[in-house]
Structure formats: structure tokens, C-alpha cells
């Protein structure tokens, strides 16, 4: 189990399955809601469903006490394996390269250490899958972004045209900065 160093409750990582898609689609909306340069939202049903068939999707739930039958509670238990899905990120594997992104946070619980808790845990996928690197593309509109990941050991590799899930709103430029960090 990966524990949040803040007094927010405990996670869980694992493999997203397609019965969590409607738990996580909410997540990942409304992390990406912040990227009001593109019209829509980040992801739907179908869309998650096309990247759950190239790649998989690793999720945070929050681990739920359970108590015992002397009211004290067991904590690490995950009750039917159905804690609230907190966090989302889409991983990739590429030969000896990996990649990540779609790293959604639920707001409620962004600045608490969640999202580099679900980088390293993208990165050890790829890691234990055989990968020697990983690569991150963010958009050059999310300025915010490559400093959090230089701080994680990423450096920026190149440039490529942006490719969103969804339009640019009229009169904006966008390309996506690739990034990448040896394993």
C-alpha cells in the first residue's frame, strides 16, 4: 500500500479495470477542468475505453477502516475493494520506453503529495515491465507543469504538435513539450 504523508486517508494503487471507468471519467474531468484553453471535457466513456485497449490505467482509491468487532478500527483494509477512486493516471508501454499521462487528481485532494505518489507509481510499472525510460508530453499552455516534473527528475527531450482530445478555443497556439527520465 502507498501512504500520503498529509492527514489525508490512506491509498491504494492497482490496475484499473472498465468497471471503474465511471468513477474515474469525474476525476479526470474535473482535474483537467483547469485546462480552460480547450473546449469540452479531457475524457468520456469512449475515449477512456480506446486508451484502456493501448495501455492501462493505474488508480488511487482511498483506503476505507473497517472496524473490528471491539470498535477498533483495522487500518490498510479496503472494504470489497470499493474505496473512493482519488486519482488516475494512464501508463504505456513502449518497447524499452514507457510512457504516462492523463495524471488526474481530484481537486479535494491535490497539494497533498497525491500526484507524485501516482508518477512514482507509473514509473515502477514501466520500470517492472522492462522499461529503461519514460516519457511525459505536457502542453505548452500548462506552464506549471515542466517545473513539477524537472523537481522529479524529468528533462525536456523535444517538441511535437499538440495532440488534445479536444479543441484548442479560437486564436490559441499549443504544442506539446516532451519529456522524459531514465528509470
Known sequence: MTAITDSSPAVRIRLATAADMPAMIPVVNAAFAIETFLDGT???????AEMMHKGEFLVAEEVVAEESADGVAKVGAVVNGTGRIV??????????????GMLSVDPSRQGTGLGRVMVEAAEDYCRKHGCKQVDIV?????????????????????TEAARTSRPLKDGLECHGITMSKVL
Not at 87 to 99: D, F, H, I, Q, S
Request: glycine letters at 10%.
Open 42 to 48: 479531457r475524457t468520456d466513456e469512449e475515449r477512456m
Open 87 to 100: 486519482a488516475a493516471v494512464y501508463t504505456e508501454l513502449r518497447g524499452e520506453r514507457g510512457y504516462f
Open 138 to 158: 505536457v502542453l505548452s499552455l500548462r506552464p506549471d507543469l515542466p517545473p513539477f516534473y524537472r523537481k522529479l527528475g524529468y528533462i525536456q527531450t523535444g
